[in-house]
């Protein structure tokens, strides 16, 4: 099983351009979930889908933040336009639904930069 | 707001050596999770402990949970150097059909050759 995939794995953009972050999950997991993780604020869930619909989002940062899941293996993470504040490591995971008892599976997240 | 408080946020022991990390938390559980990072990596499930459950061993790892303490402790025995990285604690809330987990803020160990 090749795990959770995520593309790119670094990128480095300017302030103001649009970001798109993008996540294959493991196949046969039902649940997808996006995370940023900084130094301050540390392991932050963004949003989380289920049978790829959007199930909590309270997380997602403003409206510059959006998140997709057109099919069961890929979604999307946009952020436009991008802020140095936005600068981060944004993880994906995945699980299968085996409600309570759900592990997650992270993939090897992206490293954004934004100048 | 975080769920989860390890501690301490930082430990460094010599190879060989037991390490213990403890982590709090506020509100009723379904389960509690322990993952590892490595540096520069994704997240790594290690070990899941029920909120009926008071310990559970996996290979070098014991962890306690104590619900009335909403407290709970990962012990790593004979500690190599690969075992290394950032350790984090997750809680499943009871509160309804959620599979949204929160993690704490980590601890950091360092084990020396």
């Known amino acids: 099983d090749a795990g959770v995939i995520q593309s790119p794995r670094h990128e480095v953009t300017e302030m103001g351009q649009e970001v798109t972050l993008r996540c294959k999950p493991i196949?046969?997991?039902?649940?997808l979930f996006w995370y940023r993780q900084t130094m301050m604020r540390g392991l932050e869930l963004l949003i989380y889908?289920?049978?790829?619909?959007?199930?909590?989002d309270s997380g997602m940062p403003e409206d510059r933040f959006s998140a997709k899941m057109p099919n069961a293996s890929f979604s999307t993470l946009k952020i436009q336009p991008s802020e140095p504040r936005d600068s981060a490591v944004y993880f994906c995971?995945?699980?299968?639904?085996?409600?309570?008892?759900?592990?997650?599976?992270f993939g090897p997240g992206t490293r954004l930069l934004v100048l | 707001s975080q769920q989860g408080e390890e501690d301490p946020q930082a430990l460094s022991i010599q190879e060989g050596e037991n390490a213990t990390m403890n982590c709090s938390y506020k509100?009723?559980?379904?389960?509690l999770q322990w993952y590892r990072q490595n540096s520069g990596r994704g997240l790594v499930h290690l070990i899941l402990?029920?909120?009926?459950?008071r310990e559970k061993h996996s290979g070098r790892l014991r962890v306690t949970l104590d619900t009335s303490k909403k407290s709970s402790s990962l012990l790593i025995t004979a500690s190599r150097a690969a075992d290394t990285a950032s350790y984090f604690c997750?809680?499943?809330?009871?509160?309804?059909?959620?599979?949204?987990?929160?993690f704490g803020t980590g601890t950091l160990l360092a084990v020396q050759p």
């Open positions: 995971a995945s699980s299968q639904d085996r409600w309570p008892e759900e592990t997650q599976y």
């Open positions: 196949s046969g997991h039902n649940s």
């Open positions: 889908f289920n049978n790829n619909v959007p199930i909590d």
């Open positions: 509100t009723s559980i379904n389960n």
């Open positions: 402990i029920r909120s009926n459950e």
């Open positions: 997750a809680t499943l809330g009871d509160g309804g059909a959620t599979n949204k987990l929160i």
